[in-house]
């Protein structure tokens, strides 16, 4: 079926009746991966791709948005010191992405409160704890069903999903994700200056470069996109051609 959106009058769960019918080997299943730094871009590429081929998403950065927001409430610290008890509380999450990108905890909309600057940064803390990462493993291999999968993150080519074929690593220079970030931020009336979040954004980066699990890093055979003066449509168009080389698979 070479245009999915077809069935979307005449059978519009067509997808997901065929999908129940169908079982495959997740090793298959075709895996996209678009890692980057914070403010990078690569939410809105991975929901856009995810969207023009008719696959699942993956936001990892939420599952440690959520994990970190979670351990908050239980009033546990977010270093060494707090690892088990955030790792246990990290296999007992009761998670759903909605379709209209809505997140849910234990029932709850928090969308909004893993959105922060704060969850950002706390997200960064609770993400070096080896054991809290490999407690999440399990969880984002689970997202990989059919038809496929857009997964973005940090460590989504290099570590959760090494075998896919095709892994994009998207960054821009730390001035433009700076910028980026300043207009997203006061569009919703949020007071932060454009010198301290550069800084934030550069201690994240160096955080999550050199920590001893899974540091942000390009896969070896990534395809390396820098988006400083690339458009959204323009990165989307590029990396759906880099997609079609690859098939089938």
């Known amino acids: 079926i070479e245009d999915p959106k077809c069935v979307a009058k005449t059978f519009p769960d067509y997808f997901e009746a065929l999908f129940s019918l169908v079982q495959a080997d997740p090793a298959?299943?075709?895996?996209?991966?678009?890692?980057?730094?914070?403010?990078?871009?690569?939410?809105t590429l991975a929901a856009q791709l995810a969207s023009q081929l008719g696959y699942h998403l993956l936001d990892s950065g939420a599952l440690y948005r959520?994990?970190?927001?979670?351990?908050g409430r239980a009033?546990?610290?977010?270093?060494?010191?707090?690892?088990?008890?955030?790792?246990?509380?990290?296999?007992?999450?009761?998670?759903?992405?909605?379709?209209?990108?809505?997140?849910?905890?234990?029932?709850?909309?928090?969308?909004?409160a893993i959105r922060t600057e704060e969850a950002?940064?706390?997200?960064?803390?609770?993400?070096?704890?080896?054991?809290?990462?490999?407690?999440l493993v399990d969880l984002q291999h689970g997202f990989r069903r059919l038809p496929g999968l857009v997964a973005d993150g940090r460590d989504m080519g290099t570590?959760?999903?090494?075998?896919?074929?095709?892994?994009?690593f998207l960054t821009?220079?730390?001035?433009?994700?700076?910028?980026?970030?300043?207009?997203?931020?006061?569009?919703?009336?949020?007071?932060?200056?454009?010198?301290?979040?550069?800084?934030?954004?550069?201690?994240r980066d160096a955080r999550d470069s050199s920590r001893s699990v899974a540091p942000l890093k390009p896969a070896a055979d990534a395809r390396l996109l820098d988006n400083s003066n690339v458009s959204v449509e323009e990165s989307v168009k590029l990396v759906l051609g880099w997609w079609q080389g690859k098939q089938p698979f």
């Open 28 to 43: 298959r299943i075709p895996v996209l991966c678009v890692d980057g730094p914070t403010a990078s871009g690569k939410g």
């Open 66 to 71: 959520i994990t970190a927001l979670a351990a």
């Open 75 to 112: 009033q546990l610290p977010l270093d060494a010191t707090g690892e088990p008890a955030i790792a246990g509380l990290a296999q007992g999450l009761q998670l759903e992405f909605t379709a209209d990108h809505r997140v849910l905890l234990a029932g709850e909309d928090v969308s909004d």
């Open 120 to 135: 950002g940064m706390n997200a960064s803390k609770v993400s070096v704890l080896p054991r809290v990462r490999a407690a």
């Open 159 to 168: 570590v959760i999903f090494p075998e896919a074929p095709l892994k994009v």
């Open 172 to 203: 821009a220079s730390a001035e433009q994700r700076a910028q980026r970030r300043f207009k997203q931020l006061i569009s919703k009336d949020k007071s932060i200056t454009l010198d301290s979040l550069r800084a934030d954004l550069e201690a």
